[in-house]
């Protein structure tokens, strides 16, 4: 009986190249598409089955389009990924799967979720095309424009909450966008500090961390918290069934308060994704926010 012959040392068999592909999408920072459900959720659409299979679909199309420029992104920043002590792990920087076929994959994930989009509605295709058009050109330049990089990553976040309202039909309170691009700047912000501060060199990795002093960074952080605070706060009093849902602020305000003592105190915040869903204070918290906004929004008549 001949024996089966083994793949040669150093070269990946086809399945565990398929498994580096998906770890390059980052399936771990996907939980970021939740920004797709807000508009389901305030305006009432939750148990409508129509609506809800276009969320879905909407999440999932997000999920491969972020996944695409997940790894352009580590095709562009392989050296530099290869001195960073978290980063050096990825596939690319690793050299488990090779620049050519990451940018291959990721054009054809690309093609395939705005293909999908547009099937959805122009309007949510357009958002998907601008979403990776803004990616794109952050991984190619303007995440080494200071200020710039951060409002970038923040326009992400707003066009996830854009393509939720589009794909159901749903408009979105200015209200609801400007809370979500404070918040996401509140992310940012925070991960450039912990990247300022965890890693030896940190110019060597990102020459524009030079431009993010500690003191400017926690004053950025202050002001962009106590306006999430603010206008959140006004949201729900102008938009639930008898403002009830400002009910809901002090959840919100411990979320960003643990949120802030662990970027400080526990060298929190590189991974904004995986330290919501890690930290038991945290999930608690959005647990709750979840439960009381629910019942708020699907309980209460306006």
Same mark, same amino acid.
């Given at each position: 009986?001949?024996?089966?012959?083994?793949?040669? %040392?150093?070269?990946?068999?086809?399945?565990?190249?398929?498994?580096?592909?998906?770890?390059?999408?980052?399936?771990?920072?996907?939980?970021?598409?939740?920004?797709?459900?807000?508009?389901?959720?305030?305006?009432?659409?939750?148990?409508?089955?129509?609506?809800?299979?276009? $969320?879905? @679909?909407?999440?999932? =199309?997000?999920?491969?389009?972020?996944?695409?420029?997940?790894?352009?992104?580590?095709?562009?920043?392989?050296?530099? &990924?290869?001195? +960073?002590?978290?980063?050096?792990?990825?596939?690319?920087? %690793?050299?488990?799967?090779?620049?050519?076929?990451?940018?291959?994959? $990721?054009?054809?994930?690309?093609?395939?979720?705005?293909?999908? %989009?547009?099937?959805?509605?122009?309007?949510?295709?357009?958002?998907?095309?601008?979403?990776?058009?803004?990616?794109?050109?952050?991984?190619?330049?303007?995440?080494?424009? =200071?200020?710039? &990089?951060?409002?970038?990553? $923040?326009?992400?976040?707003?066009?996830?909450?854009?393509?939720?309202? $589009?794909?159901?039909?749903?408009?979105?309170?200015?209200?609801?966008?400007?809370?979500?691009?404070?918040?996401?700047?509140?992310?940012?912000?925070?991960?450039?500090? +912990? @990247?300022?501060?965890?890693?030896?060199?940190?110019?060597? +990795?990102?020459?524009?961390?030079?431009?993010?002093?500690?003191?400017?960074? &926690?004053?950025?952080?202050?002001?962009?918290?106590?306006?999430?605070?603010?206008?959140?706060?006004?949201?729900?009093?102008?938009?639930?069934?008898?403002?009830?849902?400002?009910?809901?602020?002090?959840?919100?305000?411990?979320?960003?308060?643990?949120?802030?003592?662990?970027?400080?105190?526990?060298?929190?915040?590189?991974?904004?994704?995986?330290?919501?869903?890690?930290?038991?204070?945290?999930?608690?918290?959005? %647990?709750?926010?979840?439960?009381?906004?629910?019942?708020?929004?699907?309980? =209460?008549?306006?």
């Amino acid at each position: 009986m001949q024996a089966k012959s083994l793949p040669r %040392a150093g070269r990946p068999t086809p399945l565990q190249t398929v498994g580096y592909l998906i770890k390059g999408l980052r399936p771990k920072q996907w939980l970021k598409n939740a920004f797709i459900f807000p508009a389901l959720l305030f305006s009432r659409s939750l148990l409508i089955p129509d609506k809800a299979l276009a $969320a879905g @679909e909407m999440f999932l =199309v997000f999920c491969l389009l972020a996944g695409s420029v997940y790894l352009i992104n580590d095709v562009v920043d392989r050296d530099k &990924d290869r001195r +960073h002590p978290r980063k050096s792990r990825r596939p690319v920087a %690793a050299g488990l799967i090779t620049p050519r076929l990451a940018t291959v994959t $990721a054009m054809a994930l690309a093609a395939l979720s705005l293909g999908w %989009a547009f099937r959805l509605g122009v309007w949510v295709g357009a958002i998907g095309a601008v979403y990776l058009a803004q990616n794109l050109l952050y991984s190619f330049w303007l995440k080494q424009i =200071v200020l710039v &990089d951060v409002f970038v990553v $923040a326009v992400g976040f707003v066009a996830r909450v854009l393509a939720g309202g $589009a794909a159901i039909h749903v408009p979105i309170s200015p209200w609801l966008l400007t809370t979500t691009i404070l918040l996401a700047l509140f992310l940012a912000l925070a991960k450039r500090r +912990h @990247e300022v501060t965890s890693l030896a060199d940190p110019q060597s +990795h990102r020459g524009i961390l030079a431009e993010y002093p500690l003191p400017l960074l &926690d004053q950025l952080i202050g002001i962009v918290t106590s306006c999430t605070i603010v206008v959140y706060a006004v949201y729900t009093f102008l938009n639930s069934p008898r403002g009830l849902l400002v009910y809901t602020v002090p959840f919100v305000l411990f979320g960003l308060f643990r949120y802030l003592y662990l970027v400080h105190r526990r060298q929190g915040g590189g991974e904004p994704e995986l330290l919501v869903v890690k930290d038991p204070a945290l999930l608690g918290t959005m %647990a709750l926010w979840t439960v009381v906004t629910v019942f708020i929004v699907y309980g =209460v008549k306006g």
